[in-house]
């Protein structure tokens, strides 16, 4: 066994996992797993850069982790950056902070690495404990990107476009300062053709069309806190319940009947769902948007939601 410590640091939160790692096994023992929204990527899309108060929430969240760490006695870190820091002017700030509080720089990974740590992490306890047998396309929604993976024993095609959930309401739903609450018939319309145009990009690398029918095979699995949070919501959890929520799975209807209550919702109403992270509340609307666009393109009728994902693949890189 190798303890392992793995931080993902996306646009919308940072995440830790510290595991005992067995290769040969194939084993990951869960130490630590924790997740703070520190929406490090507020802005970019705009400005081209890290704000200042991003990147002290994300220094603070880092702080934390550094703790964690020590105190369980990790030998291996690996810190990995994704879309926010991809995007940012000012990245160099954001490495001399992480080097100074926990010792390693981060890695900002292309969009196709990350893509590979997704898969890893997503699939490799799939076939046999849940019967989910490849092939699969793997799609991970974050703040400021989404990865598209597909493939069997491994990668076969992958693909990164810049559509998140942080991203798209930024873009669309902020007015004067404010996120339209809820949004108008025009600004849905809008996202949804961000969507489309960001799919019709990714399909020039990864089979979508179809893909997921059950004729042609595919087994969707979905990743990330949007993917999660509807898959809560859909479960009708009193509470967020990982063990729950892992290998569960849900259809397309339900998935496009919790998106449209949730962009006919408030921002008060989506804050009284039992599942719902507050840093969430304001982006879950186009994050929804985002899976539905995307099961509805594949011909997908349901999806497999993956607790595991690029955390996982990380650790399993480090070991």
Same mark, same amino acid.
């Given at each position: 066994?190798?303890?392992?410590?793995?931080?993902?640091?996306?646009?919308?939160?940072?995440?830790?996992?510290?595991?005992?790692?067995?290769?040969?096994?194939?084993?990951?023992?869960?130490?630590?797993?924790?997740?703070?929204?520190?929406?490090?990527?507020?802005?970019?899309?705009?400005?081209?850069?890290?704000?200042?108060?991003?990147?002290?929430?994300?220094?603070?969240?880092?702080?934390?982790?550094?703790?964690?760490?020590?105190?369980?006695?990790?030998?291996?870190?690996?810190?990995?950056?994704?879309?926010?820091?991809?995007?940012?002017?000012?990245?160099?700030?954001?490495?001399?902070?992480?080097?100074?509080?926990?010792?390693?720089?981060?890695?900002?990974?292309?969009?196709?690495?990350?893509?590979?740590?997704?898969?890893? &992490?997503?699939?490799?306890?799939?076939?046999?404990?849940?019967? #989910?047998?490849? +092939?699969?396309? %793997?799609?991970? =929604? $974050?703040? /400021?990107?989404?990865?598209?993976?597909?493939?069997?024993?491994?990668?076969?095609?992958?693909?990164?476009?810049?559509?998140?959930?942080?991203?798209?309401?930024?873009?669309?739903?902020?007015?004067?300062?404010?996120?339209?609450?809820?949004?108008?018939?025009?600004?849905?319309?809008?996202?949804?053709?961000?969507?489309?145009?960001?799919?019709?990009?990714?399909?020039?690398?990864?089979?979508?069309?179809?893909?997921?029918?059950?004729?042609?095979?595919?087994?969707?699995?979905?990743?990330?806190?949007?993917?999660?949070?509807?898959?809560?919501?859909?479960?009708?959890?009193?509470?967020?319940?990982?063990?729950?929520?892992?290998?569960?799975?849900?259809?397309?209807?339900?998935?496009?009947?919790?998106?449209?209550?949730?962009? &006919?919702?408030?921002?008060?109403?989506?804050?009284?769902?039992? #599942?719902?992270? +507050?840093?969430? %509340?304001?982006? =879950? $609307?186009? /994050?929804?948007?985002?899976?539905?666009?995307?099961?509805?393109?594949?011909?997908?009728?349901?999806?497999?939601?993956?607790?595991?994902?690029?955390?996982?693949?990380?650790?399993?890189?480090?070991?």
């Amino acid at each position: 066994m190798t303890r392992v410590a793995a931080v993902d640091c996306g646009t919308n939160s940072i995440r830790l996992l510290v595991a005992d790692a067995d290769p040969a096994g194939g084993e990951l023992i869960e130490l630590d797993r924790r997740m703070k929204i520190v929406r490090l990527g507020q802005g970019v899309d705009r400005t081209g850069r890290l704000a200042p108060e991003a990147l002290e929430r994300t220094f603070a969240a880092c702080r934390e982790y550094a703790e964690v760490v020590r105190e369980l006695g990790a030998e291996r870190v690996r810190f990995v950056a994704t879309s926010a820091s991809r995007d940012a002017e000012n990245r160099e700030e954001f490495v001399r902070g992480v080097v100074e509080i926990l010792g390693v720089e981060p890695e900002v990974i292309t969009g196709d690495q990350e893509a590979q740590f997704s898969f890893t &992490g997503a699939t490799k306890e799939l076939t046999g404990r849940t019967h #989910v047998a490849g +092939p699969y396309l %793997v799609v991970d =929604i $974050g703040g /400021g990107s989404t990865e598209f993976v597909e493939g069997g024993e491994g990668v076969r095609a992958a693909r990164s476009v810049d559509i998140g959930c942080v991203r798209l309401t930024e873009r669309h739903l902020v007015v004067d300062g404010r996120i339209t609450d809820p949004p108008t018939e025009d600004q849905i319309a809008a996202i949804r053709a961000d969507v489309e145009q960001a799919l019709d990009l990714a399909e020039r690398t990864v089979p979508l069309s179809r893909a997921c029918r059950p004729a042609d095979g595919h087994a969707l699995v979905g990743l990330a806190g949007s993917v999660t949070t509807v898959a809560g919501i859909a479960l009708g959890l009193k509470e967020y319940d990982s063990s729950a929520i892992h290998h569960s799975r849900i259809t397309l209807g339900q998935v496009r009947e919790i998106t449209g209550k949730l962009l &006919g919702s408030s921002h008060a109403e989506r804050a009284e769902i039992p #599942v719902m992270h +507050p840093g969430r %509340v304001d982006v =879950i $609307g186009a /994050g929804a948007l985002i899976l539905l666009s995307i099961m509805e393109r594949t011909g997908a009728e349901e999806v497999v939601v993956s607790e595991h994902d690029i955390l996982d693949g990380i650790a399993w890189s480090i070991a």
